[in-house]
């Protein structure tokens, strides 16, 4: 049976140890976080900041980084101690925010969130 019988985890925005330094095996000479390389992906391909794709996918832009209002306006479940160091980091300033982190922070216990579901 297996994999057709076996409940899947709940979905969240932690990432496990071994995805941000042993994704490619133990014998890679220096350690990768595959996180960090999925930033930098972004930035390399021109994607946009988080706020600017949420627009486009006309999804109401966040005006702050505020724990209340990112919960009210993607509907996430993020602990405030994560969003507290998200605004602190980008000055509470949403534009500064990189897509993959914002869209992977709106992820709740049915799935993804408005903008990786859009």
Known sequence: MGLSSQ???????????DLRGRV????????RDLMAVNI???RDHGLPDYNTARRHFGLEP????DPREFREKTGAE???GVLKKLQ??????????DIWVG???ETHDSGP???FSR
Do not use: A
């Open 113 to 115: 969130g408005d903008l």
């Open 24 to 31: 490619f095996g133990p014998l890679e000479f220096s350690r």
């Open 7 to 17: 409940s899947t985890e709940r979905e969240d925005n932690i990432v496990v140890k």
């Open 40 to 42: 930098q992906r972004g």
């Open 103 to 105: 869209g992977l922070l």
């Open 62 to 65: 966040l005006t702050s980084l």
């Open 78 to 80: 993020v602990e405030d």
């Open 88 to 97: 602190s980091l980008h000055q509470d300033d949403p534009s500064q925010v």
